[in-house]
């Protein structure tokens, strides 16, 4: 009889034992799955940061770059161009002092100010992410200016290029100053989100 007893105690003992051990063991492995778990979502958030930071960097610099390389310098090179339009006008005058300070406004302003624009355009159009529309009135303008050197080159220095049916492309400032207020506005709210707390 005792010999039975102490068989099932031996049996309990060994199997208490064994779940004891199963159940520690179990609670390491889960602890360490856990871990292990813990150290991959951090390491994978990390990740996604770096790339958020990475994206955001990005965007805000190719924004930088289309402002600083593209748009404000033709926007500047045209808001020039409005101001100083009217005095060209005066080479149909009588007066020879005014039709001699229009040419050289024309010459030393005008048309190396459209040959600065024309440059930038030709090297940095892929900055520009323009719509359809804007794409047009940019080679309407390419067209244009192509035309007044023409005309001047071969000495034709009185008509404009409207006598040869090229018209100047009216909506080249509005749609480029809108843009460039845009793209302006973008930049600003994103510079001013970089001081903000991101993921």
Excluded: C
Excluded at 68 to 88: C, G, H, V
Excluded at 134 to 157: C, E, F, P, T
Excluded at 162 to 175: D, N, Q, S, V, Y
Aim: hydrophobic share 40%; charged share 25%.
């Amino acid at each position: 009889m005792w010999n039975l007893i102490s068989g099932i105690l031996a049996g309990l003992t060994t199997a208490a034992i064994s779940v004891a051990g199963f159940s520690w063991l179990g609670t390491k492995a889960i602890e360490k799955a856990f871990e292990t778990f813990t150290i991959n979502m951090q390491h994978n958030l990390s990740l996604d940061k770096t790339k958020y930071d990475l994206v955001f960097k990005s965007s805000l610099d190719f924004k930088a770059q289309q402002l600083t390389e593209f748009y404000w310098p033709i926007y500047s090179r045209l808001q020039k161009d409005n101001a100083i339009w009217s005095r060209i006008l005066d080479k149909r005058k009588s007066d020879p002092i005014l039709q001699k300070i229009a040419t050289e406004i024309e010459v030393k302003e005008v048309l190396p100010n459209h040959e600065e624009n024309i440059k930038t355009i030709q090297s940095k159009i892929h900055l520009a992410q323009a719509s359809p529309e804007l794409q047009a009135i940019l080679m309407d303008y390419v067209r244009h200016v192509a035309v007044y050197k023409a005309m001047r080159a071969a000495g034709d220095n009185e008509r404009f290029p409207i006598a040869l049916g090229e018209e100047w492309p009216h909506k080249l400032f509005e749609m480029i100053e809108s843009r460039t207020k845009q793209l302006q506005s973008e930049y600003d709210a994103l510079l001013a989100a970089s001081f903000t707390k991101r993921p």
